[in-house]
């Protein structure tokens, strides 16, 4: 199996967090000032927070808080930390008093697989799990799995087979399993703002996998960020201005089960391909988790509906670069 790369999406950011001047585009700082910063990862992506505030105690008591909060998180939706309520859910099939957090995710994805006809789908484990299996095998089939394998982890997969409510999670047929990473980082994105804002900050940028602005820069400009295909690019394609919203990027090229790069991770839930329609889609909408869970759906959807979902949620903005390297771009703003 191809070796993956170190994040689900890839962004390149252009711009610090609270109380630091923007960064060009070559990525010279205009007199940067001295700040507490903290990188570390949630749900396997880099995560990043630079605060600057009079008090370096007071920053580093409010790093300290945000780094067990993403911990506290992780053990709710980690698929690979074995005590964590998703991965118990996925081992055992069901699980009692779940995780308000768990609920609260699980709300907010029926809403959005609900909107994008079921295009947003976490029940799409069974999938992954195939198509890594296959490819790591040594003589695996470069076509991919084979369609009757596919048959069965389909019939393994769909939302409406998933029963919850704040008392327990079920999972309606044996076999099934969920993913969260297409919609956990914007949560635990969001949920950081929500930290930081209650501590009284107003001007910050958070990325912790997927990225929100709190607020302008300092002196009033937005903050900029550069959308690019792959994380280690070493310029971006586009350039966002952001205000109090949030950027998601999903791109195939995140993981690839395979070493030719024809099999990305965002699989179809109703076909259960691996299709390539684009090269990155990147969603600005008001929350991370909104951002977060349209760029998975869009990369699945054609140009019409992705239009058409934009016509519906007028907040949200569309930037995506398709295989044949065509730019389009929906929605607010557009």
Sequence with gaps: MASPITRRRAICIMAAAAGLPLLDLRGR????????TWRGRA??????????????????G??????????????VFSLYQRDSALAELNRTGAI?????????????SRDFWETTGGAFDPSVQPLWTLYAEHFAAGDADPAGPPEAAKRRALSRVGFDKLEFNRD???????????????????????????????????NSL???????????????????????????????????????????????????????GRFGHILDPLSGRAPRLRRRVSVVAPTATA??????????????AVR????????????????????????RAA
């Design 29 to 36: 700082a205009e007199g940067a000032v001295a700040a507490v």
């Design 206 to 260: 958070v990325s912790m996998g997927e990225t929100r602005a709190i607020g302008s820069q300092h002196d009033g400009r937005p903050w900029r960020v550069g959308l690019a295909t792959r994380e280690d690019a070493s310029t971006p394609d586009s350039v966002l201005n952001l205000v109090n919203r949030a950027v998601a990027t999903s791109s195939p090229d995140g993981f690839r089960f395979d070493d030719s």
């Design 291 to 304: 951002a977060d869970a349209f760029s998975t759906a869009f990369s699945l959807m054609g140009s019409s």
């Design 62 to 75: 409010l790093v300290d808080r945000v780094v067990a909060e993403v911990a506290r998180l992780e053990r």
């Design 43 to 60: 749900l396997g992506a880099p995560a990043t927070l630079i605060l600057n505030l009079e008090s370096q105690a007071d920053a580093a």
């Design 168 to 202: 327990r999670v079920v999972f309606a047929r044996p076999g099934m399993a969920l993913t969260l990473n297409g919609i956990a980082q914007g949560y635990i994105t969001d949920r950081i703002v929500g930290l930081l804002k209650d501590a009284g900050i107003a």
């Design 96 to 108: 009692a008093a779940p995780p308000p957090d768990l609920v609260n995710l699980l709300e907010a």
């Design 308 to 331: 058409i979902a934009c016509e519906h949620h007028s907040e949200l903005t569309v930037d995506m670069i398709s295989t044949s390297g065509a730019h389009e771009r929906f929605g």
